[in-house]
């Protein structure tokens, strides 16, 4: 009776895990769609009652790779392959209802061309800790993940271009990984004041164009799709002139302060926005901008792009550092003449909020400014010597 039952079992679980031949077809795509031949798939057999084993095919010049396995009647494979650090993996079911299991599909791997993608991340205006990230390249397929550096991911979808605000200022180094992609990374400071999108700014030519002219150069900056008005006061008179470039005639020498004031309304893509800059003209015997034997003389404000109003200068090679600065500024500079040097830096409105004045020698010089006191944003700071200027833009973390 022993032999009998156990006859029984024996051939119960020769049944239970009969073999099949599994057939397997796979091709080997980078992302655009290109055979990648000589590549290796790693075949991995999870056969019920049969336990794991792994066989390897390579592909030919189509990027197709054949071959066959044992297998029982359920279970699953899985096929891998890795070409130049990108990866895919596919997995087939099989049942005993599949007579003979034939897997077909493809693996697609980015070529190295697919992973050459550009990251960047730009303010947005409507909230100075706001950020729009986005990357780019020739294949934009498969998912993205977003590691803004404070502690959170996002996974987007290939083509996303997600806004992200962080909960406060400071440097932060943001990661983009893409499918069967290397991560790439990079920088990005968060200043966390309010954006200015245009910028009231011009530059006196020291030059006399003409006996009794002088040339001003508007130099104000606003986004490409922002329509602006401005607003000029030339310091002798209530008059304002509501054009972008004015000429005014003083009737006697001295020295006048003008000031432009830009504004723009809102739009979809920026907010409204208004700047004012001021500087001041000296015409006297020790700094004739202006031939001190002429009556009257007469202002033009000109475009930057007219070729002229370069000013002359007495201040060469004008550096600051670091920038963006969290505390101290440092400031190289070549002056051609031992000279009183006014150090002055500007808002983004105009306004003076430090000024300094030193004693300078002809050739190099050096010198800190203490910004620590300074709220964080955009600033000017201009070099003055004789009725000349240099000015830069910086940064206050």
């Known amino acids: 009776m022993k032999k009998v039952i156990t006859l029984i079992l024996l051939t119960l679980g020769t049944f239970a895990f009969a073999q099949k031949t599994a057939q397997v077809n796979m091709y080997v795509l980078d992302g655009l769609g290109n055979a990648i031949p000589n ?16 066989e390897y095919y390579k592909t030919d010049h189509s990027g197709l790779a054949s071959g066959t396995m044992n297998c029982t009647n359920s279970g699953f494979l899985r096929c891998g392959t890795v070409v130049n650090n990108c990866a895919d993996t596919v997995i087939y ?12 599909d493809t693996l697609v791997v980015c070529s190295p061309a697919d992973c050459n993608f550009s990251i960047s991340a730009t303010p947005l205006v409507t909230n100075s800790l706001s950020y729009a990230f986005s990357h780019t390249r020739a294949n934009n397929t498969g998912n993205a993940w977003y590691d803004f550096g404070d502690g959170n ?18 440097i ?3 990661c983009v990984s893409l499918e069967n992609c290397p991560t790439q990374c990079d920088t990005v400071v968060v200043t966390g004041t309010p954006i200015t999108t245009c910028n009231a700014y011009f530059e006196i030519d020291s030059a006399t164009i003409a006996p009794g002219q002088l040339n001003i150069v508007d130099k104000s900056t606003a986004p490409t799709a922002v329509t602006l008005s401005y607003l ?22 001295g020295k006048y302060p003008i000031c432009v004031t830009i504004n723009s309304l809102a739009t979809p893509n920026a907010p409204a926005c208004t700047s004012t800059y001021c500087d001041t003209i000296t015409i006297d015997s020790t700094g004739n901008l202006v031939n001190k034997t002429f009556p009257g003389f007469t202002v033009n404000v000109v475009s930057s792009s007219s070729g002229i109003g370069i000013p002359e200068t007495y201040i060469e090679d004008f550096k600051l550092y670091p920038n963006p600065s969290s505390e101290n500024t440092t400031i190289e500079y070549i002056s051609h003449e031992n000279a009183e040097i006014d150090v002055l830096i500007f808002n ?4 003076i909020v430090l000024q300094e004045n030193q004693r300078i020698t ?17 600033y000017y700071i201009r070099l003055e010597i004789d009725g000349t200027s240099k000015t830069e833009k910086f940064i206050k973390l």
């Open 39 to 54: 590549s290796i798939i790693r075949v991995q057999n999870f056969s019920t009652g049969q336990g794991y084993n792994i």
């Open 93 to 104: 079911n099989f049942t005993s209802a599949t007579a003979v299991p034939t897997f077909n």
């Open 153 to 170: 991911v996002w996974q987007v979808a290939s083509m996303s271009s997600p806004h992200y605000t962080y909960a406060s200022a400071g």
């Open 172 to 174: 932060y180094v943001y």
């Open 232 to 253: 000029w006061y030339f310091g002798d008179t209530a008059s304002y002139y509501p054009t972008r470039y004015p000429s005014h005639t003083f009737t006697s020498a």
């Open 348 to 351: 983004s409105s105009g306004k």
């Open 362 to 378: 002809s050739g190099e010089n050096k010198m800190t400014l203490n910004t620590q006191n300074l709220e964080s944003g955009f």
